[in-house]
T-cell receptor, first 113, second 117 residues
């Protein structure tokens, strides 16, 4: 069974600090998605990583993908309060004739002023 | 213009009732999904339809019945609601998987918070 694990599950950090969220998955995939979810809101797409070694950056967030290690990271640089949200990674796999998205457990990030 | 819309946004009902949630997308996608997000924020796929055809049916009680009248709409009907059905239900859509060229990004609706009392 495909598993997608994120760590940490909860992250409380001070403004201005750097941190990394890790996403490990258990089967071959070459698409990895990162989403942000604010409390009571929907999921907003942040990044789509399509190949091994892919790196994408948007503002203070940078995502990377290592398909050999089955690992993606979401790095936060100089965190600000507005980044407080739950972050999900998801793996896209094509199996049994269909394309599925398997979500990680989510990382709840709180940035303290 | 809202890309993926759901109604209602909130649904409070009693155990044993039957309720429906509607979803519409105007992105021209031909694959649509229903997800359930529980109180711990865990997101799990329930169903997927491609061009009105059911293609993913995870281990969901048969009290849940999706219906897709056309490729822009995917509704979810729930019979005999139970306390454990309380959750946020998200609809999403994407393009059909055709090969390795594209991202197959999913777009999510705003969610329907279902509370069963």
């Amino acid at each position: 069974e495909l598993k997608v694990e994120q760590n940490p599950l909860f992250l409380s950090m001070q403004e201005g600090k750097n941190y990394t969220i890790y996403c490990n998955y258990s089967t071959t995939s070459d698409r990895l998605y990162w989403y942000r979810q604010d409390p009571g809101k929907s999921l907003e797409s942040l990044f789509v990583l399509l190949s091994n070694g892919a790196v994408k950056q948007e503002g203070r967030l940078m995502a990377s993908l290592d398909t050999k290690a089955r690992l993606s990271t979401l790095h936060i640089t100089a965190a600000v309060h507005d980044l407080s949200a739950t972050y999900f990674c998801a793996v896209g796999i094509y199996t049994s004739g269909t394309y599925k998205y398997i979500f990680g457990t989510g990382t709840r990030l709180k940035v303290l002023a | 213009d809202t890309a993926v819309s759901q109604t209602p946004k909130y649904l409070v009902t009693q155990m044993g009732n039957d309720k429906s949630i509607k979803c519409e997308q105007n992105l021209g996608h031909d694959t649509m999904y229903w997800y359930k997000q529980d109180s711990k924020k865990f997101l799990k796929i329930m169903f997927s339809y491609n061009n009105k055809e059911l293609i993913i049916n995870e281990t969901v009680p048969n009290r849940f019945s999706p219906k897709s009248p056309d490729k822009a709409h995917l509704n979810l009907h729930i019979n005999s609601l139970e306390l454990g059905d309380s959750a946020v239900y998200f609809c999403a859509s994407s393009r059909t998987f055709l090969g390795r060229e594209s991202s197959y990004e999913q777009y999510f609706g705003p969610g329907t918070r279902l509370t069963v009392t």
